[in-house]
């Protein structure tokens, strides 16, 4: 069966930078669109940032310009680089392949 497992969610202080990492197995990965995605608390789940298998990457307006999504074939794993983080970037991050397979979320928090 598919399984996203995601990790590197933390605390961080505003201003500074995390990397969330989500390993994939059970899918053909080198075929699979795969985003990034967050849940604030109160808040719908909205879109962050994807990255289809030509390696073309699409961003929500809010983080443009300080996070980046990139993928690596080979070890089935797509990466989520975030700077310049902010406190309303709190939220539960979570990974989705193939736009219907979700993986269980890493909480990251920014806040001093």
Known sequence: ?????????????PGGSLRLSCAASGIIFSIATMGWYRQA?????ELVATI?????????????GRFTI???NAKNA????????KP???AVY???AVGVYWGQGT???VSS
């Not at 069966?1 to 202080?13: A, K, N, R, T």
Request: charged share 25%; glycine share 10%; aromatic share 6%.
């Open 1 to 13: 069966q598919v399984q996203l497992v995601e990790s590197g969610g933390g605390l961080v202080q």
């Open 78 to 85: 797509v990466f989520l680089q975030m700077k310049s983080l």
């Open 70 to 72: 990139s993928r690596d």
């Open 88 to 90: 309303e970037d709190t």
């Open 52 to 64: 289809n298998t030509a390696g073309s990457t699409n961003y929500a307006d809010s983080v443009k």
């Open 41 to 45: 608390p109160g808040k719908e789940r």
């Open 107 to 109: 909480q990251v928090t």
């Open 94 to 96: 979570y990974c989705k």
